[in-house]
């Protein structure tokens, strides 16, 4: 037995003065007011902060001003709330951590919490045991880890004493890492770092600083955009009134202050984020904790998911695929698992021993035992008779053995099942007490796997229909890695492990089908090469090893489960509880429907905003009389509330057909802009059409803004039809909305309640109109549709513009 200086109690606690405790640091919550401050700090929300302070401020519409400012109270509150409820949620989940430790102290094993471990303490440990820190193995006796959270390798990772403490993860033989779990054997250790500075530890600080989304990168680029045109449109009415003349320069410039305002849509911030928190409310019941509600549309928007194989495409466990001769009773001798405990090998052979009724003869004892071990790539037991069992790698075992025809059948066997990225073992007997004897006969052959997900093929079929390359990423050897990948229906070629990674590191990596044999610094390499490209990367793990690269891909998803780490959890946006790559397919389902929805929405507010603007600035010179033919009020009304309700009902839509079968494109592209355009000026002729109309019938001043304003009201309200339509407005299953039926019926009715209704009407300054004036504006409300549907199917045929995009990545996003 190796002699080791145990610390004493008072040592220790000085120690543990000096370094600390035994535990990650735990990451800082932010404040409440930290978190408003930080959402408040949103360019949407900055808009609606200073139209309602502008609205209060200048214009002195209290009733107008105070909406703006709760729609923006109401957008923070959901915000921080969404946030807290998740990190609550990711808390409840942590199971990884070793709570007791058996540490050598005063010459004595005493069981501690494993936060007062210390450099330098002698830990003990036996199978079932979390390794509490990282240590170096000073004995051994048949001791062997689950390294998995950290390589991602399914094989235990055998210890000796004196062995290899630096080099890969995967090679050191010598070392135990904190949060590991001993399968096998027994040993003693030194602790040589404990907390921040152990291999965890240094993981979890590659995890700091943060990185925004495709949706939190492209609504900021669209609120600039927005902030621009509302600046821009105000003072080009200032400039436009001022030389046409008639127009006292405070109500000019009043008039300027509220054609920016109406530029600017009040209520997208309200209307994504409540998409937002129901989407992740719908992806919480199938099994999804949202940590960043924009994480959802960003799953829509993947065009690579780099699947973690270990947990995600497989179950983690292994089980028995094949045999050849009768192998399980040798297989049951030579095997140390107790209860479904033990090495991962052990307990998958007695599991497919005891399902075909196999058992030990009653009374039977072990002898001698020789554990595995890594360089005889064997393990030998004897039992009463005597009986010599021997169980390990088919090369070593069956060259011991007596070479007749079954042992020649076996081993030709062996190839065959190699290829197929199976381990196969042998086992061999003969009557003798020599561990080391040959002329052994062989008995049979065993194959293993790490069992498949039941839903991993068809979720790998669900990507592929959906445009989404699978690369499957993970520590395993790369026979194995291809033969699970072809299984589950990858295109696994080429194979590329870490270690042949060159001068070309990134191209191969971009182009790998299959990446084996990695460590965490190549995991974050890949998904920085495929953003590089403009690939919208989800990145699937459950391990500390996989924590740098789902903290920086756009959406990391953590695959939560026995074997989930806290630092994996952490780092991603999205946590899996059932650990299924199906359930990831779903959310990309969810994604892409809620981009639709966000683009519809911006569609929908943006067109009507520009068709405002466009009356504005055309009605100065068109109709001096009218002075401008829409007044603030008007402007204001319309946007806050009769935009809001539509605008909310299609961020929860659900259109007809399968998301899952469209492509998601830059929310405000050139296409997309065009679209919006053409849109906006449809609606803008209709109203102009109404006001030039109902000026020659003679109509008075307040009759000719009501029409302007009905009409206006109608025809966007129509406009909500065309915008969620993915190619025509009323295609088959138009009617399934009905949040969008509901709100733009109940907004319409809400309108006409206000004009026919007199004293109503005066809050707004509308008053009743004739008949012929609700004709021309159910007229606009049936053209709108009609004729952005023509214009919409001449422009797809010349190509200037189309009614979605496809094939979008983040170089289009991030252009």
């Known amino acids: 037995m190796t002699v080791v200086n145990e610390l004493s109690a008072h040592a220790a606690a000085r120690l543990l003065a000096e370094v600390g405790p035994n535990e990650l640091p735990q990451p800082s919550q932010p404040s409440l007011p930290a978190r408003a401050a930080r959402h408040l700090a949103d360019p949407l929300s900055l808009l609606l902060l200073v139209a309602g302070l502008v609205t209060l401020g200048v ?4 009733p107008e001003g105070a909406a703006i400012l709760t729609i923006l109270l109401v957008n923070v509150v959901i915000g921080v709330s969404q946030e807290v409820r998740a990190e609550r949620a990711v808390k409840a989940l942590r199971t990884l951590t070793a709570p007791m430790a058996k540490v050598r102290r005063d010459g004595m094993t005493v069981r501690l919490p494993a936060v007062q471990v210390v450099p330098g303490d002698v ?38 004493a004196g062995g290899a403490t630096d080099g890969p993860l995967g090679d050191r033989d010598g070392a135990l ?7 096998r054997g027994s040993g003693v250790a030194i602790v040589e770092r404990t907390g921040a500075h152990t291999e965890i530890g240094h993981i979890a600080a590659a995890l700091e600083g943060t990185v925004k989304g495709p949706l939190e990168i492209e609504l900021a680029r669209v609120s600039r955009r927005i902030g621009v045109l509302a600046v821009a449109a105000g003072v080009l009415m200032v400039v436009l009134g001022l030389t046409r003349g008639g127009i006292a320069p405070l109500d000019l410039v009043l008039a300027g202050v509220a054609l920016a305002i109406a530029a600017v849509p009040e209520s997208m911030a309200a209307a994504v984020t409540t998409a937002l928190a129901l989407g992740s409310q719908r992806m919480a019941r199938l099994g999804v904790i949202v940590r960043r509600l924009s994480a959802i549309q960003a799953l829509g928007a993947t065009t690579v998911i780099a699947s973690d194989k270990t947990g995600t495409l497989t179950t983690g466990r292994l089980t028995v695929t094949d045999s050849l001769s009768h192998p399980w009773l040798a297989a049951l001798r030579c095997n140390d698992a107790r209860d479904g405990l033990g090495d991962a090998v052990d307990v998958a052979l007695a599991i497919a021993a005891d399902r075909r009724g196999v058992r030990l003869p009653p009374g039977e004892q072990r002898l001698t035992t020789r554990p595995f071990d890594a360089e005889t790539r064997s393990m030998a037991v004897i039992t009463d008779g005597p009986l010599l069992t021997v169980k390990g790698a088919p090369e070593v075992v069956l060259a011991r053995c007596v070479q007749d025809e079954e042992t020649v059948r076996l081993e030709r066997a062996v190839s065959g099942l190699a290829r197929r990225g199976l381990r196969v073992l042998a086992l061999a007997e003969k009557r003798t007490d020599d561990l080391d004897a040959d002329g052994l006969t062989a008995v049979g052959l065993v194959a293993l796997s790490d069992e498949i997900r039941p839903s991993a093929r068809q979720a790998v079929a669900d990507c592929r229909r959906a445009g989404i390359r699978v690369i499957m990423v993970t520590g395993d050897h790369a026979d194995t890695a291809r033969a699970v990948a072809e299984r589950i229906g990858i295109e696994a070629e080429p194979v590329v492990t870490g270690s042949e990674l060159g001068a070309d590191r990134a191209e191969r990596l971009r182009a790998a089908g299959v990446l084996a044999r990695v460590d965490p610094a190549t995991k974050l390499d890949l998904v920085c090469a495929l953003r590089e490209r403009g690939e919208v990367v989800a990145m699937t793990g459950d391990g500390v090893n996989d924590a740098p690269a789902l903290r920086h891909a756009d959406v990391g998803v953590a695959m939560a489960g026995d074997e989930g780490t806290d630092v994996a959890r952490e780092a991603a946006a999205v946590v899996v509880t059932n650990g299924e790559l199906g359930t990831i397919v779903s959310g990309v389902r969810e994604g892409r429907r809620l981009h639709h929805n966000v683009s519809s929405m911006i569609g929908y507010l943006l067109a009507g905003n520009l068709a405002e603007i466009f009356l504005v600035l055309v009605g100065l010179f068109a109709w001096p009389d009218l002075v401008i033919p ?3 009020v008007h402007l204001l009304w319309i946007n806050l509330v009769l935009d809001g309700i539509p605008a909310i009902a299609l961020g929860v839509d659900r259109a007809a057909g399968d998301p899952l079968e469209t492509r998601t494109g830059r929310l405000l592209s050139g296409r997309v802009l065009a679209r919006i355009a053409v849109r906006s000026l449809v609606v803008g002729a209709l109203v102009f059409a109404a006001i030039e109309a109902a000026r020659r019938l003679g109509w008075s001043e307040e009759q000719v803004r009501t029409q302007a304003v009905l009409t206006l009201v109608f025809a966007r309200l129509t406009l909500a039809y065309v915008v969620r339509a993915r190619r025509w407005t009323f295609e088959r299953g138009w009617w399934r909305g009905r949040a969008v039926l509901v709100a733009v019926a109940g907004t319409a009715a809400l309108q006409a309640v206000l004009t026919l209704v007199a004293p109503l009407g005066l809050l707004l300054a509308l008053v009743p109109i004739p008949p012929a004036g609700w004709a021309m504006a159910a007229g606009a409300a049936a053209l709108t549709p009609l004729v952005c549907d023509l214009l919409g199917r001449r422009s797809r045929a010349s190509g200037s513009f189309a009614r979605s995009d496809s094939g979008a990545s983040r170089g289009a996003i991030e252009a």
């Open 630 to 632: 829409l007044l603030p």
């Open 123 to 160: 830990i003990e440990l036996a199978a079932g045991d979390r390794v509490p820190a990282d240590a170096r193995v000073v004995e051994a006796s048949a001791l062997a880890a689950d390294e998995a959270m950290l390589t991602g390798e399914s094989q235990s990772a055998a210890k000796r």
């Open 177 to 183: 890492y904190s949060g590991t779990l001993v399968v």
């Open 59 to 62: 214009l002195g519409e209290i």
